[in-house]
């Protein structure tokens, strides 16, 4: 009887498995018929596929095709993953689509997963009936064609966690039904065509962590309901706030960690945080390039998380709110082109972390507060063009030990480039005082700043010559020396650079000073990625060198109103990413050569107040200057002035 009932047991057991193993081979044998057709519809509706996933999309086991993810128990697909940008262990690819999006997808009522991102040609609509898919959790259609506007039906996609629609072509209101998804973690609508106001509902997206809006064309002011407060009263916070105490989050935005609103058409005030605790996980914070107005709020430094924020770009006004001084975790502050007055407040000595600011293009005014120079991890400071007045610079600037990038352009600095920068701790690497009083020389021991990629002195009062040692700075990239009085030769500023292969200069300007020689030296050492050289208003003479051609990267020239004379180098010819060529007002004679119809890419030639004569090659792009490119002249003739006499 015992063995009878383990027997029969046994037998039960085998018949479950059975069934259970051919229940799973019939799922991956015939996928349900509504998901098939609807899977189909996608494939029919892309005619180009360069991954080849798609044209291994055939049989009836839908389930088993590349890219799709089926329920095991009710043979419904859930998933469908077919990024354009494909790595594996073995490869990175990135593959492209073409084609309309289907509105068949929507038939796909299980499914939890569809990301098409990246696939670059995908066009058509974001179908209406997408609301369909009420199992949705992530959607990515990122960088496609799409066009056409979000379908306010997306806000009944109830379990949505991440949306990802950004660098797209779509267009119309952003949907406000966006704002009950209260399981949503991440909008990406970045770089768009939307119009229209930022949803008062969003404040609703207790779970929402990124919010990325930027480079669209929206209007209005930021919704008030971001940050905005009412359950708790201001005094009990800034209690809270003075003891150091986070209260228990108080609104719905609390995770909202990176937010991104720039590059819009946004007005009104910054709206947030009316008060203590809201968005207490904001860290990363964009407002740039849009048209917001009014103060930074004097409650700014209560958004305690932030790390980095742009303001830049915007039409703020008011002082620098002190209370910024709060804000203990801010590596990069940047306030830029905007209308901010006062002093800059004492408290911003305070931020420790603080690796960036830049408030250039301000009606800022002095004195700087001492407290700055607590800054200990600063790396880069940007005070140009405010109302400072600082006479000179101040000297614990040279001591901060991080320091590598200073512009100080326009400060009004007066007197000689001080001594104190030369033993400054910290390498230098990017020097901008231009714009402002300068007088006596360039220091001889410039050359010590061995760091020093990028030396901007141009709009100040130097004379003298450039010190030997300039040829000692073999990291430089851009000189900008324009707008001076300094005189003598130029050769040491063609040696930089001679200890790599092809030099380190890209940038060069030296025009509108008293030099008198030296473009002997040019292209005899490695110049070879000198793209902008601008000589112009000087004293230089005499022919110039043919080693010129060897300057290949070279995109603008500009030698204008010097003395130069004989005849124009044909080594000229050999610069062939040439763009700009100005030499007027010099005294070149002969003919301009035929070679010089090879300067295919030029755009902007101006040879005219010379001694030039006979001929002007016949041609593109010669032909293609006005007139005035060629005037005033000994002789010339041709295309585009009067036809020669034979
Ligand atoms: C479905 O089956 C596959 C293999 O047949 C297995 O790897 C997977 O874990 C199963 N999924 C579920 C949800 O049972
Ligand atoms: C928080 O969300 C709920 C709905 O989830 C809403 O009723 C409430 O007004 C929201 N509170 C704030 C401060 O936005
Ligand atoms: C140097 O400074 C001047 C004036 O501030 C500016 O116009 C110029 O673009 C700067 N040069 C470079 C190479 O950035
Ligand atoms: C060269 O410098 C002069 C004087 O500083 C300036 O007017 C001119 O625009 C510059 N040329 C180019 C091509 O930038
Ligand atoms: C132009 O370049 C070619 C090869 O790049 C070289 O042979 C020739 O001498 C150069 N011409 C001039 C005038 O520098």
């Known amino acids: 009887m015992g063995c009878q009932l383990l027997l029969w047991l046994l037998l039960l057991l085998l018949t479950v498995m059975a069934t259970a193993s051919g229940r799973k081979r019939n799922i991956a044998e015939e996928c349900n018929p509504g998901d098939l057709k609807a899977l189909t519809g996608f494939k029919n509706g892309i005619h180009i596929d360069t991954s080849g996933r798609l044209a291994k999309w055939v049989g009836l086991s839908c389930c088993r095709w590349e890219g799709i993810s089926c329920n095991n128990a009710t043979g419904r697909v859930t998933e469908i993953r077919l990024p354009g940008f494909i790595s594996t262990n073995d490869m990175i690819f990135q593959s492209q689509m073409e084609g309309r999006l289907s509105p068949s997808i929507t038939l796909l009522t299980s499914l939890e997963v569809l990301d098409l991102g990246e696939l670059v040609g995908l066009t058509g609509k974001i179908p209406p009936a997408i609301g369909h898919l009420q199992n949705l959790r992530e959607l990515y259609l990122y960088k496609n064609k799409l066009r056409g506007p979000v379908p306010e039906s997306i806000g009944k996609l109830l379990k949505l966690e991440q949306l990802h629609l950004h660098e797209n072509q779509l267009s119309g209101f952003i949907p406000p039904s966006l704002g009950s998804l209260e399981n949503l973690n991440a909008i990406y609508l970045h770089s768009n065509r939307f119009t229209g106001t930022i949803p008062e509902s969003f404040s609703n997206l207790k779970s929402l962590m990124h919010l990325d809006l930027h480079s669209n064309s929206l209007t209005g002011p930021i919704p008030e309901s971001i940050g905005e407060l009412q359950l708790l009263k201001e005094l009990d916070l800034s209690e809270n706030f003075l003891r150091g105490r986070i209260p228990p989050s108080v609104n719905n935005l609390t995770s909202i960690s990176v937010m991104y609103l720039d590059s819009n058409h946004l007005e009104g005030e910054i709206p947030f945080p009316s008060s203590f605790g809201l968005l207490p996980s904001l860290a990363f914070?964009?407002?740039?390039?849009?048209?917001?107005?009014?103060?930074?709020?004097?409650?700014?430094?209560?958004?305690?998380?932030?790390?980095?924020?742009?303001?830049?770009?915007?039409?703020?006004?008011?002082?620098?709110?002190?209370?910024?001084?709060?804000?203990?975790?801010?590596?990069?502050?940047?306030?830029?082109?905007?209308?901010?007055?006062?002093?800059?407040?004492?408290?911003?000595?305070?931020?420790?972390?603080?690796?960036?600011?830049?408030?250039?293009?301000?009606?800022?005014?002095?004195?700087?507060?001492?407290?700055?120079?607590?800054?200990?991890?600063?790396?880069?400071?940007?005070?140009?063009?405010?109302?400072?007045?600082l006479i000179s610079i101040p000297k614990w600037v040279a001591e901060l030990p991080s320091l590598s990038r200073i512009y100080l352009a326009g400060c009004g600095i007066r007197g000689q480039i001080p001594d104190f920068l030369r033993s400054t701790p910290s390498p230098i690497q990017e020097l901008d005082l231009s714009v402002n009083h300068l007088n006596g020389g360039i220091p001889s021991w410039i050359g010590s700043l061995t760091q020093l990629y990028s030396l901007n002195l141009s709009r100040n009062g130097l004379v003298s010559k450039i010190p030997d040692s300039v040829a000692d700075l073999q990291d430089l990239g851009v000189l900008d020396l324009h707008s001076n009085k300094i005189s003598g030769s130029m050769n040491q500023v063609f040696k930089i650079g001679n200890s790599f292969p092809d030099g380190s200069l890209t940038y060069v300007d030296l025009s509108d000073n008293s030099f008198t020689s030296g473009t002997e030296q040019i292209g005899v050492g490695a110049q070879r990625r000198i793209q902008y050289l601008n000589l112009s208003h000087n004293l230089l003479d005499g022919k110039l060198p043919t080693s010129i051609g060897k300057l290949k990267a070279l995109q603008s020239l500009d030698l204008s109103c010097n003395k130069f004379g004989f005849s124009l180098a044909e080594a000229i010819a050999n610069l062939s990413l040439l763009e700009t060529l100005k030499l007027q007002r010099n005294h070149f004679t002969g003919k301009i050569p035929i070679k010089f119809l090879n300067l295919k890419k030029l755009k902007d030639l101006d040879l005219s107040d010379n001694l030039l004569e006979g001929e002007i090659p016949a041609g593109k792009p010669l032909s293609d200057f006005p007139q005035s490119s060629f005037t005033g002249n000994r002789g010339l003739c041709g295309k585009p002035l009067s036809p020669c006499m034979s």
């Open 285 to 389: 914070l964009r407002l740039q390039n849009n048209n917001l107005g009014g103060r930074i709020p004097p409650n700014f430094g209560y958004l305690v998380s932030l790390q980095r924020v742009t303001l830049a770009n915007n039409k703020l006004e008011g002082t620098i709110s002190p209370s910024l001084g709060n804000l203990e975790a801010l590596t990069e502050l940047y306030l830029s082109g905007n209308r901010l007055s006062g002093v800059i407040p004492k408290s911003i000595g305070q931020l420790s972390h603080l690796i960036l600011l830049s408030i250039s293009h301000n009606l800022i005014q002095g004195p700087l507060p001492h407290e700055m120079s607590a800054l200990q991890n600063l790396q880069t400071l940007d005070l140009s063009f405010n109302l400072l007045n």
